[in-house]
């Protein structure tokens, strides 16, 4: 069915058996400072309220490698929040990698992204050991996924049973990729790091350069496979979450309902069968913005308005308005 002739066209989509895997909506985007957000959703047509009379947001953190318990707050994106951490520790913003949610453990499952429940505690894991190693590209697909941290470094999430790369035990899940031949990957995003990967020519020989996160002494030797595609939603586990945007304010917000939850799973799904992705708060903000579309071709524009970057194929937005039709009825 054709959809969004008026649309712009733009170059096409990636589509690949490299997997890429934002942390959750690429978040590092500049906002303005958070100020202790807290507040909620503000009625409609009031303006928020001052600063000094938000309800103050603040969280414990340690470093995932063992630490004193830290009280972090005053930050709207992940990397406002990678630099409260590194003042709380007194370390660079630039050692910390990612976080984790409610384990210090290398856990995919629990990786930080767009969302933080209010009573979560935040683990951080930070530079430890680089390495380098020599990989044979004896298939096309290397049996990696690649997510981002918001903040400028990609990292293996998830690495594929009997792939090429899992028969190398030098690389584990949690490692971030720092250069491809060379190259510096440092500042990109997931989907730029799986188009070199694909890019990459079979039956040759190239290198990678990598940085592990520091480990805890009961997490030496550790290699997991990471987490599995479709393995549920970690939107947070407090009582409300606090949502980190690429773009506006951060706001305080209700766990998704059945609906929202049933809804971004299905789009998550598409992401991955469509382009290679997997990302559960691209998939939420898809879902924003398609829950009150009367058709798909108002769907259309509204993403190219919002996520043109992305340059979703027709077929795509069809099935997303199809996916998010499906879950308000309830045919889940």
């Known amino acids: 069915m054709p959809l969004g002739l008026g649309r712009r066209k733009k170059a096409p989509p990636l589509v690949e058996n490299e ?14 400072p958070l100020g202790g957000v807290g507040a909620g959703l503000p009625q409609a047509g009031l303006p928020p309220p001052p600063p000094a009379l938000r309800p103050r947001l603040v969280f414990h953190t340690q470093l995932a490698h063992g630490s004193p318990t830290g009280r972090i707050e005053g930050f709207s994106n992940v990397k406002e929040l990678y630099g409260r951490i590194a003042e709380a520790f007194r370390l660079p913003p630039a050692e910390v990698m990612f976080c984790t949610l409610n384990t210090h453990k290398v856990d995919m499952d629990k990786l930080l992204g767009g969302q933080i429940g209010l009573e979560d505690f935040i ?20 049996g990696l996924t690649i997510t981002d941290n918001g903040a400028g470094y990609a990292f293996i999430k998830r690495i594929k ?3 090429v790369i899992d028969h190398i035990q030098l690389v584990s899940v949690g490692d971030m990729i720092e250069a491809i031949n060379g190259q510096s990957l440092l500042g990109c995003r997931h989907y730029e790091v799986a188009r070199l990967l694909k890019e990459l020519p079979r039956g040759r020989t190239f290198t990678l350069k990598l940085t592990e996160p520091r480990k805890a002494f009961d997490m030496i030797s550790q290699r997991s496979g990471g987490s599995r595609p479709g393995s549920g939603l970690q939107l947070g586990t407090g009582r409300g979450t606090l949502r980190l945007r690429s773009r506006g304010p951060a706001t305080v917000e209700e766990l998704p309902s059945a609906f929202e939850e049933k809804a971004i799973e299905k789009v998550d799904d598409l992401l991955e069968s469509y382009m290679g992705i997997r990302d559960t708060e691209l ?28 340059a979703f194929p027709d077929e795509f937005v069809f099935d997303v308005w199809g996916a998010i039709g499906d879950a308000k009825v309830g045919r889940y």
């Open 283 to 310: 998939a939420a903000t898809m879902v924003e913005l398609g829950k009150d579309k009367r058709n798909p071709d108002e769907l259309a524009e509204a993403l190219d308005e919002q996520l043109g970057d992305f």
């Open 123 to 142: 683990f951080a894991h930070v530079k430890g050991q680089r390495k380098e190693v020599e990989v044979f590209k004896s298939e096309d697909a290397l």
């Open 161 to 163: 049973e009997g792939s």
């Open 19 to 32: 997997e890429a895997e934002a942390g959750r909506g690429g978040l590092g985007g500049e906002q303005g």
